[in-house]
């Protein structure tokens, strides 16, 4: 069945402009111009028709710990939030450091709404599995997370950086976390010098992970072979924010919100940063208040983004390219992240007028909290086709 989007303003080689998208049988757009016909058609009136959103930074949790998350719940969450596409993090309780465990979660993601691309994990040791897996990317820990994945031996690192595959980025959490903030500064620029040194030395791609402050970014864009992300959360919260949610509990993240300072200062250098990515990192409410480290953030960073973009803190057009193709180029996904004829069907229609509050137990995350609770968005995601398929129409699931 053919579908066309009508009467919106599609976001076209850069800019929006008013033209009408057809998504032929196989799933893929076969036309955009004006008064197309389709088996089916969806008004996109005074609504704005984006690529399907890529999120490069989430954690599902499954297989390990899917009390928290799983691909189905996860799936709608990205759904929700207008992902067509996410790409999941290896840190698992059981983790995706082996060919055979890489192998059974790209089967277990397949139940997901959306499409699943899983980062493979380096490990101390693991180089046999990296080259029999030969995932797209790796990621790689250099500062302590949920999980045990670190690698602290410098030649360790660099042999990884040596033994991936060029064209394929590693991506690289160089945060430290140490609770004095002057300390875990120096450490998260010392990691990610080392690593981008790597990336020059070895003319390795890398794309550095949660990007908290504004000298990261500059860093990472000194090296041409560097891709860098930043995750909302550093964007609307500070470490006043921390301590009012619970700086040991829901305010607990890694790496840690920053001052409101460098909050300020992360603003200014934002607009050279290549992705928005969410660090969708969700925890219940139990390991919240044991002190688990991590924000939900599939169904809030969009509407962040368009939020800012309507007090006129940034601009739309330069987040949904931080949301699609920049984020497509980084990984090299060629089928997706932009509307254009021969390229999957994956659209997110977004109202930029529409204002909803946050509440966390109507989220379709399983952990059901987040730290925006109370806060008034404008800006959402009303449909989502995925290959054609219509999955989410005017906010309600349809599958
Ligand atoms: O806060 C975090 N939570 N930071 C990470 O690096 C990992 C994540 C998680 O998996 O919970
Ligand atoms: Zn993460």
Known sequence: ?????????????????????????DGRISKIGNSLVGDESIDASNLLVLPGLIDPHVHLREPGATEKEDFNTGGRAAIAGGFTTVMDMPNNTIPTTTKARYEEKKQLAKKALCDVIVHFGATPDNFDEVKKADPPSMKLYMGITTGHMVITDKATIE??????????????HAADNDPNETKNLAATYDNTEFALALAKKHSRRLHLAHASTGKEITMAKAVKS?????????????????????????GKVYPPLRSEQQRIV????????????????????????????????????????????????TDKIWVVERMSERVADAFNLKDRGRLGVGLRGDITIVDPKLTW???????????????????????????????????????????
């Open 1 to 25: 069945m053919s579908l066309a989007i009508k009467n919106g303003a599609i976001f076209f080689q850069g800019r929006f402009i008013h033209k009408e998208i057809l998504i032929g049988d």
């Open 159 to 172: 042999k990884h950086f040596a033994l991936f595959p060029k064209d394929r980025p590693i991506v690289v």
């Open 226 to 250: 560097a891709t860098v992300e930043v995750a909302p959360h550093y964007l609307f919260l500070s470490s006043k924010d921390a301590e009012s949610l619970g700086a040991t509990t829901y």
């Open 266 to 313: 992360l603003w200014k250098y934002l607009e050279q940063a290549d992705c928005i990515a969410t660090d969708h990192a969700p925890h219940t409410i139990e390991d919240k208040e044991n002190s688990a480290a991590g924000f939900p953030g599939l169904e809030t960073s969009l509407s962040l983004m368009l939020d800012a973009c309507d007090k006129g803190f």
């Open 357 to 399: 509050k946050v509440s966390g137990s109507g989220l379709e995350t399983k952990c059901k909290w987040s730290p925006f609770e109370g806060r008034e968005l404008k800006g959402k995601t009303v449909t989502v086709v995925k290959g054609g398929e219509l999955i989410y129409l005017e906010g309600e699931f349809q599958k």
